[in-house]
């Protein structure tokens, strides 16, 4: 097991890891301002971002996800998220103020609660009963999640009372005193007017370059599916 953690003037990030080399919180001075991160996930165009980040001047030891994000948040501002492709959430900090997000489909979990002034949040609903003041209460709308729509849930709805799940697509910004959610990807409806034959040379390199790149290992493998 890692055990990990980052205390600044406001804000602390935990981390604990049950595999894998890397302690997180990941913490580093990166053009004066000294910033942590914690992130569970994969990013598939990590070489991409490597040499974009290179070429404005970064220098990145570990070549992680974690510090690739990092320099990302720097180079490009909240909405740096936008480039990432992966499946992900991560939590990034200077001390005084939180960043938060999650990939655009939401596979990879990220909950948070909010009262008296303060905000926690973890990647496990079960993680954030460990924080003093979390309700544990299951009110009406809970019941009614858990009786007529589980497995499914609904997005956003965390089951316990005032337990929030950030959605898929989007990214928070705390400082201590606002609290602010922002959209940065979703699904737009358009009229569908290829042909026949583009729509299948699309559909194929669509295809092919998801496989690619999550192929970063170069391992192969095929899927075959009955269902």
């Keep these: 097991h890692g055990l990990g953690e980052f205390r ?11 595999g894998g080399d890397e302690i997180q919180p990941l913490v580093k001075s990166i053009h004066g301002r000294q910033l942590a991160v914690v992130f569970s996930g994969e990013i598939y165009n990590e070489q991409e971002l490597i040499r974009e980040l290179g070429g404005q001047g ?3 030891i570990l070549k992680s996800a974690p510090e690739i994000v990092l320099h990302s948040y720097i180079q490009w501002g909240e909405r740096f998220v936008t480039r990432l492709r992966g499946v992900f959430s991560f939590a990034i900090t200077d001390g005084t103020k939180l960043y938060l997000a999650r990939d655009q489909m939401g596979v990879q979990p990220l909950f948070f609660y909010r009262y008296g002034g303060q905000l926690a949040f973890a990647s496990q609903i ?3 009963f460990q924080y003093p ?3 544990t209460v299951v009110d009406g709308e809970g019941v009614a999640e858990l009786m007529a729509i589980l497995p499914a849930r609904t997005p956003g709805y965390g089951v316990f009372r005032d337990l929030e799940e950030l959605l898929p697509g989007h990214y928070l910004v705390y400082d201590g005193r606002e609290c602010r959610t ?3 990807w979703r699904i737009m409806p358009r009229v569908h007017g290829e042909n026949y034959e583009d729509t299948v040379a699309a559909v194929r390199e669509l295809v092919r370059d998801a496989i690619l790149s999550q192929n970063a290992d170069g391992a192969n493998a095929s899927m ?4």
Excluded: N, P, Q, T
Aim: charged share 20%; with cysteine.
């Design 8 to 18: 600044g003037e406001s804000v602390a990030l935990g981390s604990v890891r049950c």
């Design 58 to 60: 970064h220098r990145l």
């Design 126 to 128: 079960k993680a954030l």
């Design 133 to 135: 003041g979390v309700s």
């Design 182 to 184: 922002e959209c940065y």
């Design 224 to 227: 075959l599916s009955g269902g």
